[in-house]
């Protein structure tokens, strides 16, 4: 683990290297975070990255369910590999096959998921990706 | 098991019910042994275009990801969007705020419901809740000017006051509402055709719940007391005196219960801030020295927007906000890198949380119980695609 930030919103935010994520999410989930909210990807071209955020929470205790906790990690845009969390929090499942979609992530360990929200044979780059340019239609065309 | 014993069932994209889903079926027999959702068919990349927008335009198109839920939507996102700015809403917007959400919550309870008693046969059902939407979205046009999509929350307070007479129109739209409950309890709730149906179909235990993220009153038919209100309660619940519906049983019956026990504590919410609302300024005083004219405004009670919402620019950061929506938790992801478009807008509803449900809810259940557990999700498609 690199950081461990308190936000502003009383949230705490864990910076880890992605090598290290299926490791911090297993120390997570004994600490009784227990459910995954959200995956964010978020793409940042000139810096030849993309930021991989989950937020995090708990059903069980519901003192700790007041806390949304947030792991950043990164990685890079040519090889966007991170290692799936799906064994540690089955609530991940979709949260990633989205991930995979819209912004090419790679989360390997698990077996190859079908499209979830794009075209079965969607070809070419993910488009929530910056670098994704939406073809106009009308007088722009 | 080899294939030829078992048979893959596609059923949809074209309306299995409700909304544009695929569900592909593994069955043996009439026994479901897998059950596969497929999405995806009204997604309108509303994260993408989010970033071509600015942020007052965002209101309207978060709206549309759900449109029988639009108040809890348009309140979320300007929740993230206030915490971006640093800037709160005076009292009395944020009990009108919690007003309409209610209110909100009441006619998406209806609307789920209505889809359910059809689903299973009970056309009643389905008039009768859509019928009785209508007092409830009458009060939220006579609030706010529209039927579904209100744009009503804006950064810093609400567009509108509260119309002259709307209370004693809403306290009678509360009792209507009560009796009916009655009237639904007799007719469909404990009808022995619906008791059949519903009764130990489609059982999500606790520890499963919790397991596969289900939110909202599907989490609390679990025996989860997870309610954003109460969790992390924003602008006035920490006011409010209200209970979490829960239910042990976890099954199609108990998820229909507790969303009739939230319609309950929606109309004692609703009654309770018509009792107590405080006068005030509906728009943060930021904002309202930039309104055109201070005493036009005044007299009309409602905002034009100023000029400077156009051209929004909150400061370089993040901010997350999550509310209690009808259907379960929902989520807003907001980065500003400073200009007057979010750099990066992220969305999870609670339809694409109970997507899950599915997946796990059905697994051994007959064919014919698909319409009864797919409507007890209250699933709404174009809430989960976005």
């Not at chain 2, 965002?58 to 800037?87: F, Q």
């Not at chain 2, 008693?117 to 009970?122: F, H």
Request: charged share 25%.
């Amino acid at each position: 683990m690199t950081r461990v930030l308190l936000t502003k919103q009383n949230g705490l935010s864990i910076t880890v290297d992605a090598s290290k994520i299926l490791e911090t999410a297993h120390l997570l989930k004994n600490l009784k975070f227990d459910h995954v909210i959200s995956v964010t990807a978020t793409d940042y071209p000139e810096e030849n990255r993309i930021d991989v955020i989950y937020h995090v929470s708990s059903f069980e205790d519901l003192e700790l369910a007041k806390t949304i906790l947030e792991i950043r990690t990164t990685v890079s845009r040519q090889e966007p590999n991170i290692h799936t969390l799906v064994a540690v929090w089955p609530s991940i499942e979709f949260l990633e096959r989205e991930t995979t979609d819209l912004m090419g992530i790679n989360f390997g360990g698990r077996e190859a998921m079908a499209r979830l929200l794009l075209p079965e044979d969607f070809e070419g780059e993910p488009p929530l990706r910056k670098s994704y340019t939406i073809r106009t239609e009308g007088i722009d065309a | 098991m080899s294939e030829e014993q078992t048979l893959e069932l596609l059923i949809g994209p074209q309306h299995p019910g409700s909304g544009h889903m695929r569900l592909v079926a593994e069955m043996d027999g009439d026994v479901i042994l897998n059950f596969e959702p497929n999405i995806g068919y009204v997604h309108r990349a509303v994260e993408k275009i989010a970033e071509t927008k600015t942020y007052v335009q965002i209101i309207p198109l978060v709206e549309r990801t759900s449109l029988p839920d639009t108040a809890n939507h348009n309140l979320g996102y300007v929740l993230a969007l206030e915490r971006l700015l640093g800037i709160d809403a005076p009292l009395r917007a944020q009990y009108l705020r919690i007003l309409l959400a209610e209110i909100n919550r009441i006619h998406s309870h209806l609307y789920g419901m209505g889809i359910h008693g059809n689903m299973i046969g009970s056309t009643t059902m389905l008039m009768w809740a859509f019928g009785d939407r209508e007092p409830f979205i009458e009060l939220a046009q006579r609030l706010t000017g529209a039927r579904l999509s209100y744009s009503y929350i804006i950064p810093g307070g609400v567009r509108r006051d509260l119309p002259q007479d709307f209370r004693n129109d809403a306290l009678k739209a509360l009792s209507y509402m009560e009796r009916r409950l009655k009237d639904y309890d007799r007719i469909f709730v404990h009808n022995p055709v619906t008791l059949a149906r519903l009764k130990g179909v489609g059982v999500i235990n606790r520890i499963d719940a919790a397991r596969i993220g289900v939110v909202g009153p599907n989490l609390r038919a679990s025996g989860i007391a997870y309610d954003v209100r109460k969790i992390e309660p924003y602008c006035i619940y920490p006011d409010l005196d209200f209970e979490v519906v829960v239910r042990d049983e976890g099954d199609a019956h108990a998820r229909l219960l507790v969303r009739i026990g939230e319609i309950e504590q929606s109309i004692s919410m609703i009654r309770q801030i018509l009792g107590k609302i405080p006068d005030g300024s509906i728009l943060a005083d930021r904002y309202l020295d930039l309104v055109p004219s201070r005493t036009r405004f005044e007299k009309r009670s409602s905002v034009k927007f100023p000029a400077l919402f156009s051209g929004l620019k909150p400061s370089k950061g993040e901010a997350v906000s999550r509310v209690e929506a009808s259907r379960g938790e929902l989520f807003h992801y907001l980065v500003s890198d400073g200009s007057t478009h979010p750099y990066r807008f992220r969305i999870v509803t609670p339809s694409f949380k109970n997507l899950i449900a599915f997946k796990h809810a059905l697994l051994g259940q007959k064919l014919a119980d698909i319409p009864a557990v797919y409507g007890s999700l209250d699933y709404f498609p174009p809430e989960a695609d976005r």
